[in-house]
């Protein structure tokens, strides 16, 4: 009989192939290095990248925009459950609430991926920015803001969210930003969506099940407790003392990641932005303070920055809430899951391991009444 392996929460196994997304050797979408893609794309043309497999020519692109601007609206139930909400909702439930709703009037309800998958991640696209703005106004008592047409796509989740029009510098910032949440290969919610877009349910149901997995508290991207970590530390001077003092079984929010050993990439990308809003905003000695933290944790723990790190700065300097940092992370990586779910879909195997059995065996059934109390 073969010898059974087993390897709890599948660490290294490889559980499938892709060509979305490389993490061995540095990060790339479909071969584009994430640096390249950041500091020389936009946002939707690498969206159109992981979603077409290639990046758009004009023609393309000016087609894909018409169709993201006409599914840019949400049906009038979504803000009259908004108002009935209760306070503590936070922005990534309502996403979800939302989106279920959404999916309600999709015109393509009983389509499979393999039919529907393309067009109904371009509407899931199109709307979550507006689910997260409409969820913003209806708790801060705001009026509900329309997309400005003079704005981009990115410029727009801004505006739609803060209210205000960004300026070049954080619109530019804050499109890095959303590139590198975009995609990252096998996380928990990606492999979600790949195992509900293996049965060939819509892509309401992909997104939907990747973004339950996201919201659980051991899911990674976009949280904002480094944070917690800057404002304990205090100062630069005081930062290796703290880190030093820390309990070495207790992990360090930012810091550490299943996969990068040395550096996350994206936290390569985010640091440099991050650098550039804090001298724009005044913020230099945030930068100087996650800098000593940074030092200190490498030297105590031999752990680099992950993504986490420089974005909950990112976010802040750019003036969101912190319940909107880990839901502008999903905004990007619903473009992942929908690509996941198709990759999925297309080489028609569906997702189904076996497991070990460790319980009881072979026990005897006894009827209720000879059962000893």
């Given at each position: 009989m073969e010898v059974e392996r087993y390897f709890p929460g599948l660490r290294g196994v490889v559980a499938g192939e892709t060509e979305i997304c490389r993490l061995d050797g540095?990060?790339?979408?479909?071969?584009?290095?994430?640096?390249?893609?950041?500091?020389?794309?936009?946002?939707?043309?690498v969206a159109y990248l992981l979603l077409f497999d290639e990046l758009p020519t004009e023609d393309h692109f000016a087609d894909y925009l018409s169709v993201l601007t006409e599914e840019q609206t949400l049906p009038p139930v979504v803000h009259s459950v908004y108002e009935s909400l209760p306070a503590h909702t936070s922005a990534l439930a309502a996403v979800r609430t939302g989106l279920s709703l959404v999916s309600h009037f999709d015109p393509q309800p009983h389509e499979d991926l393999m039919h529907a998958g393309p067009d109904q991640a371009l509407r899931i696209m199109a709307?979550?920015?507006?689910?997260?703005?409409?969820?913003?106004?209806?708790?801060?008592?705001?009026?509900?803001?329309?997309?400005?047409?003079?704005?981009?796509?990115?410029?727009?989740?801004?505006?739609?969210?803060?209210?205000?029009?960004?300026?070049?510098?954080?619109?530019?910032?804050?499109?890095?930003?959303?590139?590198t949440a975009m995609e990252h290969e096998f996380t928990p919610s990606s492999f979600t969506a790949r195992c509900i877009g293996s049965t060939r349910a819509n892509m309401y149901g992909a997104v939907l099940g990747a973004l339950e997995a996201f919201i659980g508290t051991r899911h990674?991207?976009?949280?904002?407790?480094?944070?917690?970590?800057?404002?304990?530390?205090?100062?630069?001077?005081?930062?290796?003392?703290?880190?030093?003092?820390?309990?070495?079984?207790?992990?360090?929010?930012?810091?550490?990641?299943?996969?990068?050993?040395?550096?996350?990439?994206?936290?390569?990308?985010?640091?440099?932005?991050?650098?550039?809003?804090?001298?724009?905003?005044?913020?230099?000695?945030?930068e100087e303070l996650a800098d000593a933290v940074e030092r200190a944790v490498w030297q105590h723990r031999r752990l680099p920055?992950?993504?986490?790190?420089?974005?909950?700065?990112?976010?802040?300097?750019?003036?969101?809430?912190?319940?909107?940092?880990?839901?502008?992370f999903v905004t990007s990586r619903i473009i992942g899951w929908s690509a996941h779910a198709l990759e999925q879909c297309e080489c028609c195997e569906v997702i189904?391991?076996?497991?070990?059995?460790?319980?009881?065996?072979?026990?005897?059934?006894?009827?209720?009444r000879q059962r000893l109390t």
């Open positions: 540095g990060l790339q979408y479909r071969g584009y290095c994430i640096h390249d893609l950041a500091e020389q794309s936009s946002f939707l043309e709307k979550v920015p507006l689910l997260l703005g409409a969820w913003q106004a209806h708790r801060t008592g705001e009026p509900v803001r329309e997309p400005h047409p003079e704005l981009s796509y990115v410029g727009n989740i801004y505006y739609m969210i803060q209210g205000q029009m960004p300026s070049a510098l954080f619109e530019r910032c804050f499109e890095m930003a959303l590139i990674g991207g976009g949280d904002d407790l480094p944070l917690e970590v800057l404002d304990q530390a205090g100062s630069p001077e005081l930062a290796e003392d703290f880190i030093a003092g820390l309990d070495a079984s207790i992990s360090i929010p930012g810091f550490g990641h299943p996969v990068y050993r040395d550096c996350d990439p994206r936290a390569a990308v985010l640091e440099l932005a991050s650098s550039h809003l804090a001298r724009a905003c005044g913020r230099n000695d945030m920055p992950n993504v986490d790190w420089p974005w909950c700065r990112l976010m802040s300097y750019l003036g969101f809430d912190r319940d909107m940092f880990r839901a502008l189904r391991p076996r497991a070990r059995y460790r319980g009881a065996e072979d026990c005897h059934f006894e009827p209720m």
